[in-house]
């Protein structure tokens, strides 16, 4: 059996990496020219499904790596004032292991056949039921299945299922991160909820690591090259819907938010990686009808996009990954045939991947800015 899978992200390169240790033949095609050609570093927190589906998919031998780059998340999610008063909660606390997505993704990296440049822009099935995937600036590749895994502007599905296209909630956030000195770690009230002043909300996450990635990677699994990265603070500024940075870069229309804002906030925003902040935009995928069973499938953001309020993006991507990956090398040893693994796979994906995006949705309001809705006191 032979995988083809678009996009290197980490939903694609945690099953190809399930794959890779059956046995099964697989290349991952990705667009950018190069994996470090877009920045894709800020922290994440790993659920339990997620947690349990990414150590399901990587080698054994390299838990005690991922163990030791990792660390727990207990918050209270509290929302406070732009000078730190405790003015709400947003519910209950929130636990789980926090990860940083550019660190994850080298380790993911290691070891697979990962073609750049290759931006896929279409696909053949062919009589023989193998699939044939068409790319600008490369020959075609040719596999028994071709798993789009490349992301909300997934060009796999736009082919697949060209009814299921992406929803912009409309909301903008500037997000960043800053070293994490001992003066941004007397914030730790604010990290997990939300600060809220001047019509914006301010959301913060420490990335802490037990053992600096590159140390830890040269200790513990020296075939393994991590990022020379430390501690530091991820911040995410929502704007009021439709919002936008007219000519200011990402840090400047931070700060033109916080005017009175407690010095030390506006010193993070400050002191920030002014070449890793961006605005970005909130756009969903729900699953909708499901396609004509066939040599192609999707994974990850490329059908189920998520809010990132809800906390539930990556770990959904992990879970294909997992689910996926299973059934796989069910059919690659004989236990069932391709077409019949691939259709499991996705009855059980469109389900909770639907049910995943709701849940993000749901989360969304109460972190978006709104001047007509009083916080809580």
């Not at 896929?120 to 490369?138: K, P, S």
């Not at 539930?312 to 059934?327: H, P, S, V």
């Amino acid at each position: 059996m032979r995988v083809s899978i678009a996009g290197a992200g980490l939903g694609g390169l945690c099953l190809a990496q399930a794959l890779r240790g059956a046995g099964i033949e697989v290349d991952v095609y990705e667009r950018d020219p190069a994996i470090t050609a877009r920045f894709q570093g800020y922290r994440l927190v790993l659920d339990p499904v997620g947690l349990e589906a990414l150590h399901s998919c990587l080698p054994q031998r390299w838990h005690p790596l991922l163990d030791a780059v990792v660390s727990d998340a207990y918050v209270e999610r509290l929302a406070l004032d732009a000078q730190l008063n405790k003015i709400g909660e947003l519910g209950p606390a929130r636990s789980g292991i926090v990860v940083d997505r550019h660190v994850l993704r080298h380790l993911l990296l290691t070891g697979l056949t990962v073609h750049t440049g290759a931006a896929l822009t279409g696909y053949d099935v062919l009589d023989n039921g193998r699939v044939e995937a068409r790319f600008a600036q490369r020959d075609p590749a040719t596999a028994d299945l071709l798993v789009g895994a490349d992301g909300v502007g997934s060009a796999v599905r736009q082919v697949l299922t060209p009814q299921t296209t992406p929803t912009d909630t409309g909301v903008r956030f500037v997000i960043g991160r800053t070293p994490l000195t001992e003066q941004f770690a007397g914030l730790s009230r604010a990290y997990g909820g939300k600060i809220v002043g001047g019509g914006v909300s301010l959301l913060l996450g420490a990335m802490r690591f037990p053992i600096p990635p590159k140390e830890a990677a040269e200790k513990l699994a020296p075939e393994v090259t991590l990022p020379d990265i430390h501690d530091y603070v991820r911040w995410a500024m929502v704007l009021p819907p439709n919002g936008s940075l007219g000519t200011l870069t990402a840090q400047e229309a931070a700060l033109s938010r916080m005017n009175g804002w407690h010095p030390d906030l506006q010193a993070l925003i400050e002191q920030a990686d002014s070449d890793n902040s961006t605005l970005l935009s909130i756009r969903v995928v729900e699953p909708g009808e499901r396609w004509a069973p066939g040599p192609v499938t999707l994974l990850g953001d490329a059908i189920h996009a998520t809010s990132p309020t809800g906390g539930n993006g990556a770990n959904t991507a992990l879970r294909d990954a997992g689910l996926l990956g299973r059934c796989l090398i069910e059919a690659a040893e004989g236990r069932q045939d391709l077409l019949s693994a691939v259709d499991g796979y996705e009855r059980q994906m469109f389900e909770y991947g639907g049910e995943a995006v709701r849940h993000s949705l749901a989360a969304l309001p109460a972190f978006v800015p709104n001047p007509e809705r009083p916080e809580p006191a």
